[in-house]
């Protein structure tokens, strides 16, 4: 998930490509609507403008947020417009193509010209319209240096070791190797064995610790992979990700066929260990033609899946078997955030720090990447006024109706706004946005 003022950055930047595209330019332009489309352009550049002083002003102001979800919602009518025409655009090409006559071009000026779609394009006029005046009447303004909302590609989780220790997890990771390491029968020579939580609770982390556990040195290959990385689980993709991990070089593989013979290659007779980190995969299809080639495995073998959807479990075990990472003790989540906020620091002299404890153990919910990310938002901050202004914020309270209901805390939605503009993007990059 995203929060929405992401959403809306991601779409707009979509948007503004889109219409740099000649050839839709073109086709806009012989049905008629171009001038609307530029109308459109201008109106949503006005309101990009003022996104983050929205995003800022959405948590203290019910109006704001209420904005946002209808600017969001017209985004929406919004590229599904442009879809259409872009698949009509593209459906005249082919048939053109075959039949290059004019009638093809009449039939799709008339289909695009029906009064239905100018009765959208005009709905969609007037709501872009009101938008715009009520940007003006809630008092929506400019932040100078922070009108860019393009989201930068999130990076993939790695099987590296982020700290020598992981807090809380003991027990959790002694289960995990227990599964890993007993023999129980199965029908293929693989076994999955997936780790199930909410978002931001430690999976991956999880994951990763029993990656690197001297238990497991015996499995070879060992390969990590994240599966979110690849969209709609590209199986292709995966697959010559797996592939270039185990040679370590790149891979030029292209057919389906060939990759499957080839990663078949590296894992016959092998007993291997391969980590699918965040599986939102619930196609049976793609996870059938995703195992062919590790069939041919040892024995013995492991695939451990990281994923917050019990489906994707059924999906690729035909049960729901699976280890579930419970919330960390407010003891544990104060550990974590001490860890990142006072490193370096002499902590004793914070004087109110039993309060701040207090604070963290209610606002982090039991979630390490909560605990860690209010931790890296503080360790910056010298004033211990300014800890406290952050920790009592109003903001705790107007988030906690919309937060209730969420896989993610209100600690994280608000770490993000408290952010300036120019570290939004860093957060974005290391993986915060993701958890959002």
């Known amino acids: ?17 889109r219409l740099a595209d000649r050839r839709l330019l073109s086709f806009l332009r012989e049905s008629g609507i171009d001038s609307v489309i530029k109308q459109w352009k201008k109106r949503l550049l006005m309101i990009q403008a003022v996104l983050n002083d929205a995003e800022e002003k959405q948590l203290t102001n019910k109006a704001v947020k209420m904005w946002l979800d209808d600017l969001q919602d017209l985004a929406y009518d919004v590229e599904d417009i442009l879809d259409l025409y872009a698949t009509q655009l593209a459906e005249r090409k082919l048939m053109t193509t075959d039949h290059p006559t004019n009638s093809f071009t009449d039939y799709f000026s008339s289909l695009l010209s029906n009064s239905h779609m100018k009765l959208e394009i005009e709905e969609i006029t007037d709501r872009l319209e009101d938008l715009c005046e009520q940007r003006d009447c809630l008092g929506l303004k400019e932040i100078a240096g922070g009108t860019s909302t393009a989201v930068p590609q999130r990076l993939p989780t790695t099987s590296l070791q982020l700290a020598p220790a992981v807090i809380g997890r003991d027990d959790d990771k002694a289960k995990i190797l227990e599964m890993m390491l007993n023999d129980k029968p199965s029908d293929a020579n693989f076994r999955v064995i997936p ?4 978002g931001g609770i430690g999976k991956t982390t999880l994951a990763r610790e029993v990656f690197n556990d001297q238990k497991v040195k015996d499995f070879d290959p060992k390969v990590w992979v994240c599966a979110s990385d690849y969209d709609h689980f590209d199986v292709q993709k995966i697959y010559k990700a797996i592939l270039e991990e185990i040679t370590s070089k790149y891979s030029d593989v292209e057919t389906l066929n060939q990759l499957q013979v080839k990663l078949r290659s590296q894992v016959v007779g092998k007993k291997f260990l391969l980590v699918l980190d965040d599986v939102w995969n619930e196609d ?21 899946v990281t994923t917050r959807n019990l489906n994707v479990v059924s999906t690729m075990t035909g049960s729901i078997e699976h280890h579930n990472v419970e919330l960390l003790s407010e003891e544990d989540c104060w550990s974590v955030f001490a860890k990142h906020a006072f490193e370096n620091r002499d902590i004793a002299t914070f004087t109110n720090l039993e309060y701040i404890r207090q604070k963290v153990a209610s606002k982090c919910s039991g979630l390490p990447l909560a605990a860690r990310t209010l931790g890296g938002l503080l360790r910056c901050e010298q004033r211990e006024g300014k800890w406290k202004d952050v920790l009592d914020s109003k903001i705790w309270e107007d988030t906690l109706n919309s937060s209730k209901h969420s ?3 209100m600690v994280l939605k608000l770490s993000y706004h408290l952010f300036p503009s120019h570290l939004k993007d860093v957060c974005i990059l290391c993986n915060f946005s993701k958890e959002l």
Do not use: C, H, Q
């Open 407 to 409: 896989e993610i805390p």
């Open 284 to 304: 049976y299809g793609n996870w059938e033609i995703l195992k062919t080639p590790f069939m041919a495995g040892a024995p013995g073998s492991r695939i451990i």
């Open 195 to 198: 780790i199930v939580g909410m």
């Open 1 to 17: 998930m995203a929060v929405g003022e992401v959403i809306l950055g991601a779409f707009l930047e979509v948007f503004f490509d």
